[in-house]
Protein backbone atom coordinates (compact mmCIF):
# COMPACT_ATOMS: atom_id res chain seq x y z
CA UNK A 1 0.00 0.00 0.00
CA UNK A 2 1.53 3.19 -0.86
CA UNK A 3 1.84 6.08 1.70
CA UNK A 4 0.41 8.52 -0.69
CA UNK A 5 -2.47 9.71 1.32
CA UNK A 6 -5.83 9.46 -0.12
CA UNK A 7 -8.24 11.82 -0.48
CA UNK A 8 -10.31 12.86 2.22
CA UNK A 9 -13.84 11.61 1.84
CA UNK A 10 -16.74 14.65 1.16
CA UNK A 11 -19.09 12.54 2.77
CA UNK A 12 -19.99 9.88 5.45
CA UNK A 13 -19.84 6.34 4.95
CA UNK A 14 -23.10 4.68 4.48
CA UNK A 15 -22.59 1.12 5.11
CA UNK A 16 -25.11 -0.41 7.43
CA UNK A 17 -23.84 -1.93 10.40
CA UNK A 18 -25.43 -3.78 13.29
CA UNK A 19 -28.21 -1.51 15.23
CA UNK A 20 -27.76 0.81 12.97
CA UNK A 21 -31.52 2.59 11.50
CA UNK A 22 -30.58 1.14 7.95
CA UNK A 23 -29.84 -2.41 9.09
CA UNK A 24 -32.17 -5.14 8.48
CA UNK A 25 -30.91 -7.16 11.68
CA UNK A 26 -32.86 -8.41 14.36
CA UNK A 27 -34.25 -5.12 15.25
CA UNK A 28 -38.33 -5.40 16.35
CA UNK A 29 -40.11 -3.00 14.29
CA UNK A 30 -41.00 0.26 16.27
CA UNK A 31 -44.05 3.14 15.66
CA UNK A 32 -42.54 6.11 17.68
CA UNK A 33 -39.00 7.90 18.39
CA UNK A 34 -38.40 9.06 21.96
CA UNK A 35 -34.97 10.44 22.91
CA UNK A 36 -32.96 13.43 24.70
CA UNK A 37 -30.16 15.49 25.43
CA UNK A 38 -29.05 17.25 28.38
CA UNK A 39 -28.28 20.81 27.51
CA UNK A 40 -25.03 20.52 29.70
CA UNK A 41 -22.26 21.72 27.11
CA UNK A 42 -21.55 21.92 23.50
CA UNK A 43 -22.99 19.03 21.05
CA UNK A 44 -19.76 16.93 19.90
CA UNK A 45 -18.87 14.50 17.63
CA UNK A 46 -19.67 11.20 20.45
CA UNK A 47 -23.24 12.85 20.61
CA UNK A 48 -23.53 13.15 16.69
CA UNK A 49 -22.16 9.44 16.09
CA UNK A 50 -23.66 7.90 18.44
CA UNK A 51 -27.39 9.53 18.68
CA UNK A 52 -28.21 12.89 16.84
CA UNK A 53 -27.03 11.19 13.14
CA UNK A 54 -29.56 8.28 13.74
CA UNK A 55 -32.46 10.70 14.66
CA UNK A 56 -31.94 12.63 11.31
CA UNK A 57 -32.53 9.01 9.72
CA UNK A 58 -35.26 8.57 11.48
CA UNK A 59 -37.25 11.45 11.62
CA UNK A 60 -37.66 10.55 7.62
CA UNK A 61 -39.27 6.90 8.99
CA UNK A 62 -41.11 7.34 12.14
CA UNK A 63 -43.12 10.15 14.28
CA UNK A 64 -39.90 11.43 16.06
CA UNK A 65 -39.86 13.79 19.27
CA UNK A 66 -36.77 15.29 20.66
CA UNK A 67 -36.32 16.56 24.00
CA UNK A 68 -33.65 18.96 25.37
CA UNK A 69 -33.41 17.54 28.80
CA UNK A 70 -33.37 20.23 31.28
CA UNK A 71 -34.49 18.92 34.23
CA UNK A 72 -31.79 16.08 34.19
CA UNK A 73 -29.38 18.91 33.11
CA UNK A 74 -29.64 20.27 36.79
CA UNK A 75 -28.06 17.19 38.45
CA UNK A 76 -25.05 18.58 37.46
CA UNK A 77 -22.91 21.96 38.17
CA UNK A 78 -24.64 24.43 36.19
CA UNK A 79 -24.83 28.37 35.84
CA UNK A 80 -28.49 29.30 35.85
CA UNK A 81 -27.31 32.36 33.74
CA UNK A 82 -26.03 29.69 31.27
CA UNK A 83 -28.96 27.42 30.96
CA UNK A 84 -30.72 29.82 28.08
CA UNK A 85 -28.15 30.08 26.11
CA UNK A 86 -27.48 26.72 26.17
CA UNK A 87 -30.95 24.82 25.47
CA UNK A 88 -30.96 27.53 22.63
CA UNK A 89 -27.42 25.86 21.31
CA UNK A 90 -28.02 22.65 21.54
CA UNK A 91 -31.46 23.05 19.16
CA UNK A 92 -29.08 25.19 16.72
CA UNK A 93 -26.81 22.01 16.74
CA UNK A 94 -29.62 19.89 16.19
CA UNK A 95 -30.68 21.76 13.02
CA UNK A 96 -27.24 22.41 11.48
CA UNK A 97 -26.99 18.44 11.93
CA UNK A 98 -30.41 17.60 10.39
CA UNK A 99 -33.37 17.80 12.51
CA UNK A 100 -36.11 19.48 10.74
CA UNK A 101 -39.26 21.23 12.46
CA UNK A 102 -41.13 19.79 9.90
CA UNK A 103 -40.41 16.28 10.14
CA UNK A 104 -40.00 15.54 13.98
CA UNK A 105 -41.26 17.50 17.08
CA UNK A 106 -38.10 19.40 19.51
CA UNK A 107 -39.07 20.27 22.47
CA UNK A 108 -37.58 21.34 26.31
CA UNK A 109 -38.53 19.18 28.90
CA UNK A 110 -39.75 21.24 31.72
CA UNK A 111 -41.90 22.96 29.88
CA UNK A 112 -44.10 19.71 29.70
CA UNK A 113 -44.93 19.65 33.68
CA UNK A 114 -46.09 15.57 33.26
CA UNK A 115 -42.36 14.53 32.61
CA UNK A 116 -41.59 15.28 36.65
CA UNK A 117 -45.41 13.85 37.12
CA UNK A 118 -45.23 10.62 35.36
CA UNK A 119 -41.76 10.16 37.16
CA UNK A 120 -43.13 10.09 40.87
CA UNK A 121 -45.50 7.77 40.05
CA UNK A 122 -42.42 5.39 38.40
CA UNK A 123 -40.29 6.38 42.02
CA UNK A 124 -43.39 4.46 43.76
CA UNK A 125 -42.83 1.25 41.96
CA UNK A 126 -39.28 1.53 41.44
CA UNK A 127 -36.92 -0.86 43.67
CA UNK A 128 -34.31 1.24 45.10
CA UNK A 129 -31.49 -1.64 44.42
CA UNK A 130 -32.37 -1.16 40.79
CA UNK A 131 -31.04 2.47 40.62
CA UNK A 132 -28.12 1.52 42.77
CA UNK A 133 -27.32 -0.58 40.11
CA UNK A 134 -26.58 2.13 37.52
CA UNK A 135 -22.83 3.01 36.47
CA UNK A 136 -23.73 6.63 35.36
CA UNK A 137 -24.71 6.92 38.64
CA UNK A 138 -21.29 5.35 39.78
CA UNK A 139 -19.43 7.49 37.45
CA UNK A 140 -20.91 10.64 37.94
CA UNK A 141 -21.38 10.41 41.51
CA UNK A 142 -17.24 9.94 41.71
CA UNK A 143 -17.01 13.34 39.24
CA UNK A 144 -18.73 15.38 41.42
CA UNK A 145 -18.25 14.14 44.74
CA UNK A 146 -19.70 17.34 46.70
CA UNK A 147 -23.11 16.84 44.99
CA UNK A 148 -24.40 13.97 44.70
CA UNK A 149 -27.72 14.49 45.02
CA UNK A 150 -31.09 13.14 44.70
CA UNK A 151 -31.91 13.84 41.06
CA UNK A 152 -28.55 12.11 40.50
CA UNK A 153 -29.81 8.93 41.77
CA UNK A 154 -33.30 9.33 40.17
CA UNK A 155 -32.29 10.28 36.80
CA UNK A 156 -33.18 7.14 35.33
CA UNK A 157 -36.98 7.36 36.24
CA UNK A 158 -37.35 10.79 35.22
CA UNK A 159 -35.73 9.38 31.72
CA UNK A 160 -38.18 6.55 31.74
CA UNK A 161 -41.15 9.09 32.38
CA UNK A 162 -39.93 11.03 29.22
CA UNK A 163 -39.66 8.20 27.19
CA UNK A 164 -43.19 6.37 28.58
CA UNK A 165 -45.34 9.56 28.68
CA UNK A 166 -45.33 9.77 24.72
CA UNK A 167 -45.77 5.70 24.62
CA UNK A 168 -42.72 6.06 21.96
CA UNK A 169 -41.15 2.52 22.22
CA UNK A 170 -38.06 3.84 20.48
CA UNK A 171 -35.05 5.25 21.59
CA UNK A 172 -31.60 5.97 19.72
CA UNK A 173 -28.93 6.31 22.31
CA UNK A 174 -25.16 5.65 22.69
CA UNK A 175 -23.97 3.01 24.29
CA UNK A 176 -24.19 4.49 27.72
CA UNK A 177 -27.47 5.35 27.89
CA UNK A 178 -28.40 1.62 26.91
CA UNK A 179 -28.37 0.74 30.46
CA UNK A 180 -30.79 3.24 31.70
CA UNK A 181 -33.17 2.23 28.53
CA UNK A 182 -33.15 -1.33 30.27
CA UNK A 183 -34.33 0.31 33.07
CA UNK A 184 -37.16 1.62 31.73
CA UNK A 185 -38.14 -1.79 30.58
CA UNK A 186 -38.43 -3.11 33.87
CA UNK A 187 -40.21 -0.06 34.61
CA UNK A 188 -42.76 -0.66 32.13
CA UNK A 189 -43.02 -4.12 33.18
CA UNK A 190 -43.42 -3.65 36.48
CA UNK A 191 -46.47 -0.78 35.70
CA UNK A 192 -48.14 -2.97 33.41
CA UNK A 193 -47.63 -6.11 35.75
CA UNK A 194 -49.35 -3.96 38.69
CA UNK A 195 -52.14 -1.56 37.21
CA UNK A 196 -52.86 -3.42 33.49
CA UNK A 197 -51.31 -2.63 30.19
CA UNK A 198 -50.59 0.65 29.85
CA UNK A 199 -46.99 1.64 28.18
CA UNK A 200 -45.28 -0.25 24.78
CA UNK A 201 -42.01 -2.20 25.77
CA UNK A 202 -39.55 1.04 24.26
CA UNK A 203 -36.14 -0.62 23.31
CA UNK A 204 -33.02 1.18 22.40
CA UNK A 205 -31.88 1.23 18.97
CA UNK A 206 -27.67 1.92 18.97
CA UNK A 207 -25.83 3.86 15.84
CA UNK A 208 -23.07 2.45 14.14
CA UNK A 209 -20.53 4.44 16.40
CA UNK A 210 -22.51 3.84 20.10
CA UNK A 211 -19.33 4.52 22.07
CA UNK A 212 -16.18 7.31 20.83
CA UNK A 213 -14.35 8.01 23.41
CA UNK A 214 -12.91 11.07 23.97
CA UNK A 215 -9.40 12.78 23.18
CA UNK A 216 -7.90 11.73 26.26
CA UNK A 217 -8.43 8.08 24.83
CA UNK A 218 -9.39 7.27 28.51
CA UNK A 219 -13.22 7.99 28.56
CA UNK A 220 -15.53 8.35 26.56
CA UNK A 221 -16.38 11.80 24.89
CA UNK A 222 -18.49 13.82 26.85
CA UNK A 223 -19.82 17.50 27.35
CA UNK A 224 -18.86 17.74 30.74
CA UNK A 225 -14.81 16.19 30.85
CA UNK A 226 -13.83 18.81 28.29
CA UNK A 227 -12.23 16.27 25.75
CA UNK A 228 -14.26 16.77 22.77
CA UNK A 229 -14.19 17.54 19.61
CA UNK A 230 -17.22 19.79 19.07
CA UNK A 231 -20.02 20.13 16.54
CA UNK A 232 -19.23 23.65 16.22
CA UNK A 233 -15.01 23.76 16.05
CA UNK A 234 -13.83 25.53 13.20
CA UNK A 235 -11.50 23.35 11.24
CA UNK A 236 -8.22 25.00 13.28
CA UNK A 237 -9.79 23.96 16.38
CA UNK A 238 -10.22 20.57 14.94
CA UNK A 239 -6.70 20.13 14.01
CA UNK A 240 -5.71 21.94 17.41
CA UNK A 241 -7.13 19.25 19.28
CA UNK A 242 -6.46 16.55 17.12
CA UNK A 243 -2.87 17.56 16.35
CA UNK A 244 -1.46 16.70 20.23
CA UNK A 245 -3.72 13.92 20.89
CA UNK A 246 -2.20 10.57 22.02
CA UNK A 247 -1.43 7.86 19.85
CA UNK A 248 -0.39 3.96 20.64
CA UNK A 249 2.03 4.31 22.70
CA UNK A 250 4.57 2.11 20.81
CA UNK A 251 4.57 4.78 17.98
CA UNK A 252 7.53 6.97 20.09
CA UNK A 253 9.44 7.53 17.33
CA UNK A 254 8.43 7.98 13.48
CA UNK A 255 9.97 4.75 12.75
CA UNK A 256 8.94 2.76 15.38
CA UNK A 257 5.28 0.61 14.44
CA UNK A 258 2.58 0.62 15.91
CA UNK A 259 -0.74 -1.38 16.66
CA UNK A 260 -4.18 0.53 15.08
CA UNK A 261 -6.48 -0.80 16.55
CA UNK A 262 -5.25 0.40 19.76
CA UNK A 263 -4.86 4.14 18.54
CA UNK A 264 -7.23 6.27 19.36
CA UNK A 265 -6.55 8.29 16.86
CA UNK A 266 -7.78 5.17 14.64
CA UNK A 267 -10.88 4.78 16.31
CA UNK A 268 -11.82 8.33 14.97
CA UNK A 269 -10.56 6.81 11.23
CA UNK A 270 -13.40 4.03 11.45
CA UNK A 271 -16.13 6.49 11.82
CA UNK A 272 -14.95 9.18 9.28
CA UNK A 273 -12.82 7.59 6.99
CA UNK A 274 -13.03 5.31 3.96
CA UNK A 275 -12.51 1.48 3.82
CA UNK A 276 -9.17 2.37 1.69
CA UNK A 277 -7.96 5.23 3.77
CA UNK A 278 -8.07 2.88 6.95
CA UNK A 279 -6.46 0.36 5.08
CA UNK A 280 -4.05 3.03 4.36
CA UNK A 281 -3.69 4.20 7.85
CA UNK A 282 -3.34 0.77 8.94
CA UNK A 283 -0.93 0.05 7.09
CA UNK A 284 1.30 2.62 7.36
CA UNK A 285 0.81 2.47 10.86
CA UNK A 286 1.98 -1.55 11.25
CA UNK A 287 4.79 -0.70 9.12
CA UNK A 288 6.06 2.42 10.33
CA UNK A 289 5.57 4.24 6.98
CA UNK A 290 3.52 6.34 7.66
CA UNK A 291 3.98 9.24 10.99
CA UNK A 292 1.30 9.79 13.25
CA UNK A 293 0.92 13.46 11.96
CA UNK A 294 0.20 12.61 8.67
CA UNK A 295 -2.40 9.97 9.94
CA UNK A 296 -4.09 12.39 12.36
CA UNK A 297 -4.20 15.29 9.15
CA UNK A 298 -6.27 12.92 7.03
CA UNK A 299 -8.84 12.28 9.84
CA UNK A 300 -8.83 15.60 10.93
CA UNK A 301 -9.56 16.47 7.28
CA UNK A 302 -12.43 13.94 7.43
CA UNK A 303 -13.88 15.37 10.50
CA UNK A 304 -13.56 18.76 9.14
CA UNK A 305 -15.47 17.47 5.61
CA UNK A 306 -18.58 16.02 7.93
CA UNK A 307 -18.68 19.12 10.18
CA UNK A 308 -18.38 21.84 6.92
CA UNK A 309 -21.70 21.42 5.73
CA UNK A 310 -22.93 21.50 9.91
CA UNK A 311 -21.09 25.02 10.22
CA UNK A 312 -22.63 26.42 6.90
CA UNK A 313 -26.36 25.23 8.32
CA UNK A 314 -25.58 26.82 11.75
CA UNK A 315 -24.25 30.23 10.17
CA UNK A 316 -28.14 30.28 8.26
CA UNK A 317 -29.84 29.30 11.17
CA UNK A 318 -28.36 32.22 12.98
CA UNK A 319 -29.46 34.49 10.65
CA UNK A 320 -33.13 33.27 11.56
CA UNK A 321 -33.55 34.46 15.21
CA UNK A 322 -36.80 33.69 15.82
CA UNK A 323 -36.56 29.56 14.30
CA UNK A 324 -35.12 28.17 17.62
CA UNK A 325 -38.28 29.75 19.81
CA UNK A 326 -40.71 28.70 17.03
CA UNK A 327 -39.73 25.08 17.03
CA UNK A 328 -39.61 24.97 20.42
CA UNK A 329 -43.33 26.04 20.89
CA UNK A 330 -44.58 24.46 18.03
CA UNK A 331 -42.97 21.36 19.78
CA UNK A 332 -44.56 22.24 23.47
CA UNK A 333 -47.76 23.20 22.21
CA UNK A 334 -48.34 19.61 20.10
CA UNK A 335 -47.05 17.48 22.75
CA UNK A 336 -49.29 18.43 26.20
CA UNK A 337 -52.59 17.48 25.29
CA UNK A 338 -50.78 13.91 24.81
CA UNK A 339 -48.86 13.86 27.75
CA UNK A 340 -51.87 14.92 29.34
CA UNK A 341 -53.86 11.96 27.69
CA UNK A 342 -51.33 9.53 29.26
CA UNK A 343 -51.28 11.19 32.86
CA UNK A 344 -55.13 10.95 32.52
CA UNK A 345 -54.96 6.94 31.69
CA UNK A 346 -52.50 6.70 34.23
CA UNK A 347 -54.92 8.18 37.13
CA UNK A 348 -57.82 6.34 36.25
CA UNK A 349 -54.98 3.43 36.32
CA UNK A 350 -54.08 4.24 39.63
CA UNK A 351 -57.52 5.22 41.35
CA UNK A 352 -56.33 8.97 41.24
CA UNK A 353 -58.89 11.43 40.17
CA UNK A 354 -58.56 12.54 37.13
CA UNK A 355 -57.17 16.31 36.87
CA UNK A 356 -60.04 18.21 36.37
CA UNK A 357 -62.08 16.14 39.12
CA UNK A 358 -61.86 18.51 41.65
CA UNK A 359 -61.97 22.05 39.88
CA UNK A 360 -63.99 24.74 41.77
CA UNK A 361 -66.24 25.24 38.77
CA UNK A 362 -66.52 21.02 38.74
CA UNK A 363 -67.93 20.60 42.26
CA UNK A 364 -70.13 23.80 41.75
CA UNK A 365 -71.96 22.16 39.15
CA UNK A 366 -72.11 18.85 41.40
CA UNK A 367 -73.40 20.28 44.72
CA UNK A 368 -76.40 22.73 42.86
CA UNK A 369 -77.41 19.50 40.19
CA UNK A 370 -75.78 16.18 40.55
CA UNK A 371 -76.35 15.25 37.09
CA UNK A 372 -75.19 18.60 35.67
CA UNK A 373 -71.59 18.18 33.04
CA UNK A 374 -69.35 20.56 34.41
CA UNK A 375 -69.28 23.82 32.43
CA UNK A 376 -65.53 24.48 30.76
CA UNK A 377 -63.14 26.48 32.37
CA UNK A 378 -62.70 30.03 31.69
CA UNK A 379 -59.41 29.27 29.82
CA UNK A 380 -61.34 26.73 28.03
CA UNK A 381 -58.30 24.30 29.16
CA UNK A 382 -58.36 21.60 31.83
CA UNK A 383 -57.29 24.80 34.61
CA UNK A 384 -53.82 23.07 34.98
N1 LIG B 1 -18.97 9.46 23.51
C1 LIG B 1 -20.16 9.11 23.06
N2 LIG B 1 -20.25 8.18 22.10
C2 LIG B 1 -21.47 7.81 21.60
N3 LIG B 1 -22.64 8.34 22.03
C3 LIG B 1 -22.58 9.27 23.01
N4 LIG B 1 -23.52 9.98 23.65
C4 LIG B 1 -22.94 10.79 24.55
N5 LIG B 1 -21.62 10.63 24.51
C5 LIG B 1 -21.35 9.69 23.57
C6 LIG B 1 -24.94 9.89 23.38
O1 LIG B 1 -25.41 11.21 23.13
C7 LIG B 1 -26.73 11.33 23.65
C8 LIG B 1 -26.81 12.56 24.54
O2 LIG B 1 -26.41 12.28 25.81
P1 LIG B 1 -26.79 13.19 27.07
O3 LIG B 1 -26.79 14.61 26.69
O4 LIG B 1 -28.02 12.70 27.71
O5 LIG B 1 -25.65 12.95 28.09
P2 LIG B 1 -24.51 11.96 28.16
O6 LIG B 1 -24.80 10.61 27.61
O7 LIG B 1 -24.04 11.97 29.56
O8 LIG B 1 -23.55 12.72 27.17
P3 LIG B 1 -22.28 13.51 27.53
O9 LIG B 1 -21.80 14.20 26.30
O10 LIG B 1 -21.33 12.58 28.20
O11 LIG B 1 -22.78 14.64 28.53
P4 LIG B 1 -22.34 14.96 30.00
O12 LIG B 1 -20.89 15.24 29.95
O13 LIG B 1 -23.15 16.15 30.38
O14 LIG B 1 -22.66 13.77 30.85
C9 LIG B 1 -27.05 10.03 24.37
O15 LIG B 1 -27.81 9.20 23.52
C10 LIG B 1 -25.70 9.43 24.62
O16 LIG B 1 -25.74 8.02 24.71
Redesign the pocket.
Known amino acids: MSSTTPEPRATEPKTAGPGSPESDDAQAPITSVF???????E??I??Y????KTWVQLQERYPCIFCV?DL??LT?PFEPREMPGRIRDMVIGWLSAGLDPDRCTMFVQSTVAEHAELAWVLNTITPMGLLERMT?FKD?SKRQPENINVGLFDYPVLQAADIVVYRADGV???????QHVEFTRDVVGKFNYRFGETFPMPRARL?Q??????LDGER??????GN?IGLNDSPEEVWNKIAPAKTDIRRKRRTDPGVPEECNIFSYHRFFSSSEQQAWAAEGCRTAGIGCRECKRLVADNINAVLAPMRERRAAIERRPRLVDETLAAGTAKLRPLARETMELVRERLGLPTAERYQPSACRSRSTDPTASSPPSPSGGTGR
Request: glycine residues 14%; charged residues 15%; without cysteine.
Open positions: SGMQPSGLHGNLGALVHAQQKPVGEDQVSAPRVMGKMSKSLQ
